[in-house]
């Protein structure tokens, strides 16, 4: 009975844990609460080797961008974009534009990016977790994250019940 109690204790955390994960990332995804940082979820391979599908990338907002800088940016309407500047191109007034491309890509992007269009520069990269954010933010996942670690909760419960009778 030792054995079954520390195995569902053992998952139960883990549950927990990946849980915590979860709600912590859906939370802040693609939003600022985390101070002057905002996050966003990868959704496509422009930018792999360097940043993969399902990568979390956290950005902050700086006052100058250079070359080779990974960027987030906004394109033509809400399209939010990830690539590396490539080149600067410096204009009046202290105001640059920036020629961008996914590292994947062969070709640069067809439109330059204005300073005013850029989100942040890419600080930090949390490899995969954003296919569990998409996972957990899914009606499936959202019962498995929950019903799971409630469950094993109920029968950790029970085995204690059990064990004082």
Do not use: C, W
Not at 43 to 69: A, F, H, P, R, V
Not at 103 to 111: E, G, L, P, V
């Amino acid at each position: 009975m030792k054995i079954i109690r520390a195995i569902v204790n053992s998952a139960s955390y883990i549950f927990f844990i990946i849980l915590a994960i979860a709600a912590f990332f859906s939370i802040t995804a693609n939003s600022s609460l985390l101070g002057n940082y905002k996050s966003y979820v990868i959704q496509s391979g422009s930018m792999e080797n360097t940043i993969m599908t399902g990568d979390i990338i956290l950005i902050k907002s700086m006052q100058q961008y250079n070359k080779y800088d990974v960027i987030t940016f906004k394109e033509g309407g809400d399209r939010i974009v990830t690539h590396r500047i490539i080149q600067v191109n410096e204009g009046e007034a202290a105001k640059s534009d920036f020629i961008t491309k996914g590292d994947a890509n062969r070709s640069i992007d067809n439109d330059t990016v204005r300073q005013e269009q850029i989100l942040g520069k890419v600080m930090f990269v949390v490899p995969k977790v954003g296919f569990l954010v998409a996972f957990a933010k899914s009606p499936f996942g959202l019962i498995i994250l929950i019903l799971i670690p409630s469950a094993l909760l109920i029968i950790d419960r029970l085995i204690k019940m059990s064990q004082t009778t």
